[in-house]
């Protein structure tokens, strides 16, 4: 039993959690400000292609140097102070984003964006289970899961017209505003753990600190298969969103193009629900990473056939999305403590960048090299890796499994 267990209370604070949710989001729109306004920026910079891939990914970047650093540094600093430091940073950088400021210094903003970002995600989610009855652990971690999705569709709702009316200003101003209003919420409505907040003060780590914390949260296979399941998980996710639309006829792409990300919501959703109460989530993981392959595989079948493609793509995408609802349910099961909950964060971040970076370049390459049908070959490799890995978190923590099983508890 981890301590996140010992300490669960009796109801669910959804408001608290509502807020952490938001500081998510918010981390998250990082990444989605400059994805809506890639055009925007590049036209503003006079940015080549280069450059302007740096400008949007070098918040992402950060995440695959430091994260499990990050979740070092969080479990000794204190999530609450870690959490309130990064949005107010986050504020702060929008807003110095919104006035343009020489590419080089813009290009410095979104290195420390990513550093917030990355804080930001590893200190929320750490409080959760102290906010949520056993009852409901595993849908609000699914919930937790949901954050980045929702960024990218809501930058791509409002993102526009914010950038019609009032320019690429305009829209880092927005962001900022927002950062500083949950700044303000954190401060007065995020409660501190005191003890940990105390242990924090006054330590420092050092290189190599730095050093042995990637080796312990990779080498401890409970904070280590997390991470690599949700490897498996991004180097997917990205790759097919991006590349599933080409499947279908260019009448049908716009269906897949809206409701990819949509059915992602809701899937995620769901896997709260069914490791909740029916799946552990390994079983779910396995599960789940199966049913992509087995997708994928009628999604090709229907695109030679040229019919079905949308409700094929579609499927395959529910089930893609169901893997973050069961990942991070992973977390608080197998990581007793904070600290190493939130190393165990901080490798989701880290890997799950790997994952995002690698993945699309690595289909691309497979689709150019053997056509439509090349796109099963990465699918199949990291949908089997993420069964075995699966596959061995059920067997080696047999214990956990059924006692997060409803059947066994």
Known sequence: ?????????????????????????????????????FDALAAAYQAGPALAGWLLSAVGAVSVVFGATAGLIVGRVGRRRSLIAALAAASALSLIQAALPPVSLFLAT?????????????????????LTAPRHRA????????FFSVAFLLAGVVGPPLLDAFGLGGLFIAHGAAMAALLLLAFLFVHPDEKRE???????????DIVHSHIDVYANPRSAIPSLCFLCYTGLFLALQTLTPALAALEDRPWLVIGMPLISIGSTLLAGVLVQYWLTPFRLTA????????????????????VGVVSAGLARMAFVSLLP??????????????????????????LGNVGTLLGPPIFAASLAAFGPVGLMVPTLALSACGVALASFAARRFAGEARAASPQGA
């Not at 509502?18 to 990082?30: K, T, V």
């Not at 970002?117 to 590893?122: F, P, R, S």
């Not at 007793?336 to 909950?341: D, F, K, R, T, V």
């Open 1 to 37: 039993m981890t301590d996140a267990q010992i300490e669960a209370p009796q109801n669910t604070d959804w408001t608290r959690i509502a807020l952490l949710w938001l500081c998510g989001m918010g981390a998250a729109l990082q990444f989605a400000k400059a994805s809506v306004a």
């Open 110 to 130: 979104r290195i420390l964006e990513g550093v917030s970002q990355l804080a930001i995600i590893v200190a929320a989610p750490i409080s959760l289970p102290e």
């Open 139 to 146: 849908i609000v971690l699914a919930f937790w899961g949901t």
């Open 198 to 208: 105390k242990d924090g003060r006054g330590r420092r780590a050092s290189f190599q």
């Open 287 to 306: 599960l789940a990473f199966a049913a992509v392959v087995l997708s994928s595989a009628a999604l090709h079948l229907a695109a030679s056939l040229g």
């Open 325 to 350: 609802g069961a990942i991070y349910p992973m977390i608080p099961l197998l990581c007793a403590g904070a600290p190493l909950q939130a190393r165990a964060y901080g490798a989701i971040a880290q």
